[in-house]
């Protein structure tokens, strides 16, 4: 369980040396789109296994509940609120900052008309939970290129560097957050949220873990 105490993102061959940059390395930016693809496979997983949306998800639709607003434009709002929080926390942008927007929301469009959807609850807990693993594999992988994390993960990523907690636990906290904030605003909370929010922490830092054990040595 030495995962779970993992305190930073590991650098291994396809890191980039830095995240803003206009001239990224091939190999920094192929991985980088493998890992967004993963991720959003398990986002879509999840999404098809009926048992309940992402935390963020609940969020916003707690927010356009009390607003009126879509849930489209409370996730955009609220996406826009979380850059901001990277001010504070020195957090810097890049090319995966904006690829992870759109490479997971074509995969998601692209993906869910083929993803399994069953009639057993069984099975569908099943493949929710199939979808927090594969969602964190992928969240590993694309976060140790090094091209700049998605808007939460970039407050996963400033809060970690602040406050010197493990990433599992930081991310844990901030899911498990989302998840309170939407529920009390009104929004729908099912197994597969609850799978997410405790789960996709412990499995960001699990790929973060084994990707350094498989190729850390090589360095």
Known sequence: MRF?????????????????????????????????????????????????VSPWTVLAEGVSILTGWSIGLATFVISTFVLLAWMPLRQTPGIGTILNIIIISVVLDLALPFMPQFDSYGLRLAEAAAG????????????IANLG??????????????????IAAVRSAIEISVVIMGWVLGGTVGAGTLLFAFG???????SMAGLQWCFGRRR
């Not at 927090?132 to 590993?140: D, E, F, L, N």
């Not at 996709?200 to 699990?206: D, E, H, L, R, Y």
């Open 4 to 52: 779970l105490k993992i305190k930073s993102v590991p650098i291994l061959f396809w890191s980039a040396p830095r995240p803003l940059t206009l001239r990224p390395p091939v190999i920094s930016v192929v991985i980088l789109v493998i890992g967004l693809v993963i991720f959003g496979l398990g986002e879509a997983l999840l999404i098809a296994s009926g048992t309940g």
């Open 200 to 206: 996709i922490g412990p499995c960001v830092a699990a």
């Open 132 to 143: 927090v693993i594969v969602t964190g594999i992928g969240g590993g992988i694309y976060l």
């Open 149 to 166: 994390p998605g808007p939460r993960d970039g407050l996963m990523t400033g809060l970690q560097r602040l406050t010197g907690l493990p």
